[in-house]
């Protein structure tokens, strides 16, 4: 299969607008089983349609100053391509609300919306965690870190051995 022209396809340099790094410091969260998405036939890295199940819930995290980070790295494998996502955040408060909810992310896998500071594309909204979803795989809190003020660092990932078929999907909502 030829690359040739497929590369560079809707890049352009130019001051109009100009690339922009970093997400907005809001998060979307939301239990695997509580949505069903809707992809496009022709292009799979699209999702038309999201719908909410009978008592689903999505969470909204806000942070400040990129307190928020998303990664996608390739790993080449026997069959193919394949995505490592990762989704880096903080939150504050030492409430059992919030140890309650770490519990539960601890148990499940979510899937989450990210939307990027770059708005120019069609993926200025990422889902992360789209196939195989994301688990919770690190959730550290150190009380003198003035960083975080006492509050966790938060890493969201794929699970083991179940990296995602495409890097994170474009929601066209």
Same mark, same amino acid.
């Given at each position: ?35 069903? @998405?809707?992809? *496009?036939?022709?292009?799979? /890295?699209?999702?038309? %349609?999201?719908?909410? &199940?009978?008592?689903?819930? $999505? ?34 408060? @030492?409430?059992? *609300?919030?140890?309650?909810? /770490?519990?539960?992310? %601890?148990?499940?896998? &979510?899937?989450?919306?990210? $939307? ?58």
């Amino acid at each position: 299969m030829s690359i040739y022209n497929k590369i560079n396809a809707g890049f352009s340099l130019g001051t109009d607008q100009p690339i922009t790094s970093g997400i907005e410091d809001i998060i979307y969260l939301f239990n695997e089983s509580d949505v069903t @998405l809707t992809y *496009d036939t022709i292009n799979p /890295l699209i999702v038309t %349609g999201i719908a909410a &199940v009978t008592s689903a819930k $999505i969470y909204k995290f806000e942070g400040t100053n990129n307190s928020f980070n998303t990664t996608s790295k390739l790993t080449k494998t026997q069959v193919g391509p394949r995505y490592t996502e990762e989704i880096d955040f903080n939150i504050a408060g @030492l409430s059992t *609300d919030v140890k309650t909810q /770490l519990m539960a992310m %601890g148990y499940g896998r &979510v899937k989450a919306i990210a $939307i990027n500071n770059y708005k120019s594309g069609d993926s200025s909204i990422e889902l992360f965690g789209a196939v195989n979803g994301l688990i919770l795989t690190d959730a550290e809190r150190n009380a003198a870190d003035e960083t975080v003020e006492g509050g966790y660092k938060l890493k969201l990932t794929n699970p083991d051995k179940l990296k995602e078929p495409y890097p994170p999907k474009f929601p066209l909502f």
